[in-house]
């Protein structure tokens, strides 16, 4: 069991917006530490794609964002298309369990 | 430009030990901050260890006592050193370049990642 929430799975048609979110603890996200996203395209390595709760590296489309409150973020994609058919995965720190590094369950995203 | 191979991995006994090579190049291993990352079939992913560039290293229970990550400075290679391994040790290992965000702490992610290289362990 994470200690990252996410939902399993989301779809969404072509075009369409959707959100991915990731829930947390007063010990993780409420306590204040960044969130950073991953997509996992099938068969191949993580690839990092929102660092800092709402940053993108370059090369990442603007269509991706993220945002944090509370004990809670999200990860949002608009305009969707079929190579973001993908999981996608939260990361934080956790101070209870000083788990530097703690990822959520991952989340498939399916566009129909 | 910067890039990491992992290698190492293969088919072991429950009990046995491995290590994993994580080469790196366009960057210095000694000036940054590296991880291994594990993903089980069909599962999440699992950090398994931390080591900083001042040589500090970091573990979560789970394979803390049975794990160790260390590096050779003049190979510019990181490696894990896999003992007792049970058979929920089995995934891809991935190992990754680690960054923070200058002021924020504990924000630690992963900006570069290997391919992989997976481990089996099975009688």
């Known amino acids: 069991q994470s200690v990252l929430t996410q939902p399993p799975s989301v779809s969404g048609a072509p075009g369409q917006r959707v959100t991915i979110a990731c829930t947390g603890s007063?010990?993780?996200?409420?306590?204040?530490?960044?969130v950073h996203w991953y997509q996992q395209l099938p068969g191949t390595a993580p690839k990092l794609l929102i660092y800092?709760?709402?940053n993108r590296p370059s090369g990442v489309p603007d269509r991706f964002s993220g945002s944090k409150s509370g004990t809670s973020a999200s990860l949002a994609i608009t305009g969707l298309q079929a190579e973001d058919e993908a999981t996608y995965y939260c990361?934080?720190?956790?101070?209870?369990?000083?788990?530097?590094?703690?990822f959520g369950g991952g989340t498939k995203l399916t566009v129909l | 430009e910067v890039h990491l191979v992992e290698s190492g991995g293969g088919l072991i006994q429950p009990g046995g030990s491995l290590r994993l090579s994580c080469a790196a190049s366009?960057?210095?291993?000694?000036?940054?901050?590296i991880s291994w990352v594990r993903q089980a079939p069909g599962k999440s992913l699992q950090w398994v260890s931390l080591?900083?560039?001042?040589?500090?290293?970091y573990y979560p229970d789970s394979v803390k006592g049975r794990f160790t990550i260390s590096r050779d400075n003049s190979n510019n290679t990181v490696y894990l050193q896999m003992n007792s391994l049970r058979a929920d040790d089995t995934a891809v290992y991935y190992c990754?370049?680690?960054?923070?965000?200058?002021?924020?702490?504990?924000?630690?992610?992963?900006?570069?990642w290997g391919k992989g290289t997976t481990v089996t362990v099975s009688s």
């Open positions: 990754a370049r680690v960054l923070t965000i200058p002021g924020n702490s504990y924000s630690y992610y992963m900006d570069v």
């Open positions: 800092g709760n709402n």
């Open positions: 080591l900083y560039s001042g040589g500090s290293t």
């Open positions: 990361q934080s720190y956790d101070s209870s369990l000083r788990g530097f590094v703690m």
């Open positions: 366009g960057f210095s291993v000694t000036r940054n901050y």
């Open positions: 007063s010990s993780s996200i409420g306590a204040g530490y960044d």
